[in-house]
């Protein structure tokens, strides 16, 4: 009864089988655009060939690379030539493909470029802009979906290397339309908490899988975030616009953890290194001052200090010769100059020099009583003023005129008549 079921293995080299023997796919001319495309280290090329519609997965082995003149790249149109076949180990069907030639690059790949442009245009990439990232945080936060492998990568990654750091997750929708949105704000939520590190990402994937970090609102936000940021989305060959706005741009979700914090074992060779130095600087230092206090040990002022008395006496006792000697001859001076003081004509005749200024002041009494005007007076003239002014001609006079009149007895009031 059980002869007429078939095992999955059956099943899948049959559907193979009918798939290698169709003429119509052992060469197929199909085009479409690049997606998910990883190289292999043995120079295959794993890939996604998709339209609006559908999709196929695709592989080149190196024998086919080798031909190609371009560099494949996600969101790349391409036109391939291949065969069709399925997969056993999975049975999944697939495009083997021996040649490849450019069709123009995808819509997406187009955005992207032009956003780019946009924003380094306007500066958001500079690296004056960026801020460092701390070497020891306390707090780290993480924007990224609260399950999956990135997550949980970044903990494990932060209590391996460096326990003593907090991790705070910031839980966000990474990948659909919404996830522009969720990201911005779960990036302006971090901000509210006193983080020193922020960390936003996701896990590997397709270019529509990343896109959500390719969008404008999701860079502004990450330029405006004042918490320094490390970006951390897909796999090392995956580069978004996040990766160029962002302060650091890590490979990978666990390479930014690693680079968010430092390794605990580093970090105590680095402390035992610094030990080691600041015991090598005490002892050179107390070398250096051991020198010195010999130095100075050794100095003739210490072994003979009264040497530094007798120099001051020796100074002192000369200091004391010179005051007596300046003394001595300031007394010989004054002495001279008083024995001339009382050698002089006035001391030896004080009248005689009374009686000359006696003359002379009466000498200067003469001239003054021969030019006083009240001596004109006496003799018989007048003098006769004018609003308290002496008037020496009669022109300067009118009729009506009220004149004062000194005599050597008193004064009159005139009037010009």
């Known amino acids: 009864m059980n002869d007429k079921y078939i095992t999955v293995t059956q099943l899948t080299r049959y559907i193979k089988y009918k798939i290698d023997n169709d003429v119509h796919l052992n060469e197929v001319f199909l085009k479409g655009e690049i997606s998910n495309f990883k190289p292999h280290s043995r120079g295959h090329f794993y890939f996604t060939i998709k339209d609006e519609g559908s999709r196929i997965n695709a592989i080149m082995f190196a024998s ?28 999944a069907y697939q495009i083997y493909v021996n040649d490849m030639l450019e069709d123009g690059v995808g819509n997406l790949y187009i955005a992207y470029e032009q956003l780019k442009k946009k924003l380094e245009e306007e500066g958001l990439f500079r690296e004056e802009h960026k801020k460092k990232i701390p070497k020891i945080p306390k707090r780290v936060g993480v924007v990224t979906a609260p399950t999956g492998a990135a997550i949980k990568d970044i903990i494990s990654t932060i209590k391996r290397r460096w326990p003593l750091t907090e991790v705070y997750l910031f839980p966000s929708l990474v990948q659909g339309e919404d996830a522009k949105d969720d990201i911005v704000k779960q990036i302006k939520r971090a901000e509210q908490y006193d983080l020193d590190t922020l960390i936003v990402g996701r896990g590997g994937g397709s270019i529509e899988d990343l896109w959500a970090f390719n969008e404008e609102v999701v860079a502004r936000a990450i330029y405006e975030c004042p918490i320094p940021t490390i970006s951390a989305v897909g796999h090392e060959v995956d580069f978004t616009i996040a990766d160029f706005v962002a302060d650091l741009r890590a490979p990978t979700p666990t390479g930014a953890a690693e680079m968010a914090v430092p390794q605990l074992s580093d970090m105590i060779g680095y402390l035992k290194q610094v030990n080691i130095r600041l015991h090598q600087s005490i002892d050179n230092q107390i070398k250096r001052d051991r020198r010195k206090l010999s130095d100075l040990m050794n100095r003739n002022i210490f072994k003979n200090p009264i040497s530094i008395y007798q120099t001051k006496e020796m100074l002192f006792d000369s200091i004391i010769e010179r005051l007596k000697f300046s003394l001595v001859n300031l007394t010989n001076v004054k002495e001279k100059e008083l024995i001339k003081i009382k050698n002089s004509y006035i001391l030896k005749n004080p009248y005689k020099l009374l009686d000359n200024k006696s003359n002379k002041y009466l000498q200067i009494i003469s001239k003054l009583e021969t030019l006083s005007p009240l001596l004109t007076l006496k003799r018989g003239y007048t003098i006769t003023k004018k609003d308290n002014k002496v008037i020496n001609s009669m022109k300067k006079l009118k009729k009506g005129d009220v004149l004062c009149i000194s005599f050597n007895d008193g004064d009159i009031d005139a009037e010009v008549i």
């Open 64 to 91: 086919s690379t080798r031909k190609i003149k371009f560099v494949p790249q996600d969101g790349m149109k391409v036109l391939v030539t291949g065969k069709i076949s399925v997969f056993e180990a999975t049975g």
